[in-house]
């Protein structure tokens, strides 16, 4: 395994690389003039087992004028980002880590599906996540397909590399109990953000970009116009696009959000941020869920599920929506999802009556006209709110 090392002289920084001679417990070194170079030189050496001819080729097959995969994927980000720094940074910093040193420098026109099935090998052995390596993979494809419209590659290479497989995590499951328990524990100031988050189904990034001029009333019914979103990390969080085209919409909402939030933009300019921080500042997702939400959910006197989070209210939300029969395209829109897939495939299950929607198609192509028995009949009554209390409090 070949080391960097930095060092300094007189007029500039330089950087070493040292490695042993197969098979010989001789040393060897090159010196170069940047970072970039020692890690890449370095990364030829690793993948050769030190054999100093076949790294020099790739070295030399790097430096020809041929495209490069470095080439391609620069060339997608900036594509992709449309101007969205979060997005661009995101990109970026994968590119640097995980893609440059280690397959950026090999010609696009000449690397096989075989050479990415070794990159993915050496991104587990990094020990990422298999979400990590599924992002990367899917810059590096994708900016291969790019290459390939323009008709600069002729096919791509990671077409059919398998990938490691997502482990999916369920979001806990919550109900109406859970929403009352959790704002009556929390510190009142959030109350109102948690009650918000349930009854509209927002984005953490959506409900910390609202203004109080959000909220705006048409033809009898309260609406929050969702616009924009926070974008970056840190002190350099700021509003711009929602994540999609879709995720520009009002949501209508119920009478009583309606009024606790017409009630609280009452008190502020319609400049404000709908919901602040204790002291007035911004709202920051690591600070609210550090300092007030995890904490409430885990106290030993809140019984709640403990691994409840900012996301799990819009979960709530989508849950109870199709739990009580709502079209999927309507909930979709709610949401801000592009299409009703997502929608479907994640809650789908809940809707009433789906298995007896089921059971009657098959017994119309194979059975004898016997109607199935619908098990959720009961639930189905004319009484809607008797039924949504029934599926709120997880009865």
Request: proline share 4%; net charge positive; with cysteine.
């Given at each position: 395994m070949a080391s960097i090392r930095k060092y300094s002289t007189t007029k500039a920084n330089k950087w070493r690389v040292d490695w042993r001679k197969p098979g010989s417990r001789d040393k060897a070194s090159m010196t170069f003039d940047t970072e970039a170079?020692?890690?890449?030189?370095?990364?030829?050496?690793?993948?050769?087992?030190?054999?100093?001819?076949?790294?020099?080729?790739?070295?030399?097959?790097?430096?020809?004028?041929?495209?490069?995969?470095?080439?391609?994927?620069?060339?997608?980000?900036?594509?992709?980002?449309?101007?969205?720094?979060r997005t661009l940074k995101d990109y970026q910093a994968l590119q640097r880590n995980h893609i440059?040193?280690?397959?950026?420098?090999?010609?696009?026109?000449?690397?096989?599906?075989?050479?990415?099935?070794?990159?993915?090998?050496?991104?587990?052995a990094k020990k990422l996540s298999p979400k990590t390596i599924r992002n990367i993979f899917t810059i590096v494809s994708a900016a291969f397909n790019l290459a390939v419209q323009d008709r600069r590659v002729q096919a791509n290479p990671c077409t059919g590399v398998r990938l490691p497989t997502l482990i999916k995590t369920e979001p806990p499951i919550i109900a109406q109990r859970d929403i009352d328990v959790i704002m009556k524990?929390?510190?009142?100031?959030?109350?109102?953000l948690i009650r918000t988050l349930a009854g509209t189904g927002l984005r953490w990034s959506e409900s910390e970009a609202l203004l109080c001029s959000d909220l705006y009333h048409r033809?009898?019914?309260?609406?929050?116009?969702?616009?924009k979103a926070m974008k970056g990390t840190g002190k350099g969080r700021h509003p711009g696009p929602p994540k999609t085209p879709a995720a520009d919409r009002s949501i209508a909402l119920d009478d009583d959000l309606a009024?606790?939030?017409?009630?609280?933009?009452?008190?502020?300019?319609?400049?404000d941020h709908m919901f602040t921080m204790k002291r007035g500042g911004k709202m920051s997702y690591l600070g609210f869920t550090s300092k007030y939400l995890i904490p409430t959910v885990e106290r030993k006197d809140v019984d709640v599920n403990s691994t409840i989070r900012c996301h799990s209210f819009r979960h709530y939300h989508a849950s109870v929506l199709v739990a009580a029969g709502v079209d999927p395209i309507k909930v979709a829109q709610r949401l801000g999802h592009t299409d009703t897939t997502i929608t479907?495939?994640?809650?789908?299950?809940?809707?009433?009556?789906?298995d007896f929607e089921t059971l009657q198609a098959l017994n119309g192509i194979w059975g004898?006209?016997?109607?199935?028995?619908?098990?959720g009949a009961a639930a189905q009554s004319d009484d809607a709110s008797a039924f949504l209390d029934s599926i709120l409090n997880g009865s």
């Amino acid at each position: 395994m070949a080391s960097i090392r930095k060092y300094s002289t007189t007029k500039a920084n330089k950087w070493r690389v040292d490695w042993r001679k197969p098979g010989s417990r001789d040393k060897a070194s090159m010196t170069f003039d940047t970072e970039a170079e020692a890690r890449m030189w370095k990364t030829m050496l690793d993948e050769t087992g030190s054999d100093v001819i076949e790294a020099g080729r790739r070295w030399n097959a790097a430096q020809s004028q041929d495209e490069t995969i470095e080439d391609l994927v620069t060339e997608y980000i900036a594509f992709q980002s449309r101007g969205d720094s979060r997005t661009l940074k995101d990109y970026q910093a994968l590119q640097r880590n995980h893609i440059s040193n280690e397959i950026g420098w090999k010609s696009a026109a000449s690397v096989e599906a075989k050479d990415l099935r070794k990159y993915v090998k050496t991104l587990l052995a990094k020990k990422l996540s298999p979400k990590t390596i599924r992002n990367i993979f899917t810059i590096v494809s994708a900016a291969f397909n790019l290459a390939v419209q323009d008709r600069r590659v002729q096919a791509n290479p990671c077409t059919g590399v398998r990938l490691p497989t997502l482990i999916k995590t369920e979001p806990p499951i919550i109900a109406q109990r859970d929403i009352d328990v959790i704002m009556k524990a929390i510190d009142p100031h959030f109350s109102l953000l948690i009650r918000t988050l349930a009854g509209t189904g927002l984005r953490w990034s959506e409900s910390e970009a609202l203004l109080c001029s959000d909220l705006y009333h048409r033809n009898g019914v309260t609406y929050i116009r969702v616009s924009k979103a926070m974008k970056g990390t840190g002190k350099g969080r700021h509003p711009g696009p929602p994540k999609t085209p879709a995720a520009d919409r009002s949501i209508a909402l119920d009478d009583d959000l309606a009024e606790a939030l017409v009630n609280h933009v009452k008190l502020r300019s319609l400049d404000d941020h709908m919901f602040t921080m204790k002291r007035g500042g911004k709202m920051s997702y690591l600070g609210f869920t550090s300092k007030y939400l995890i904490p409430t959910v885990e106290r030993k006197d809140v019984d709640v599920n403990s691994t409840i989070r900012c996301h799990s209210f819009r979960h709530y939300h989508a849950s109870v929506l199709v739990a009580a029969g709502v079209d999927p395209i309507k909930v979709a829109q709610r949401l801000g999802h592009t299409d009703t897939t997502i929608t479907l495939n994640r809650y789908s299950h809940l809707r009433p009556g789906a298995d007896f929607e089921t059971l009657q198609a098959l017994n119309g192509i194979w059975g004898d006209n016997n109607e199935p028995v619908d098990p959720g009949a009961a639930a189905q009554s004319d009484d809607a709110s008797a039924f949504l209390d029934s599926i709120l409090n997880g009865s």
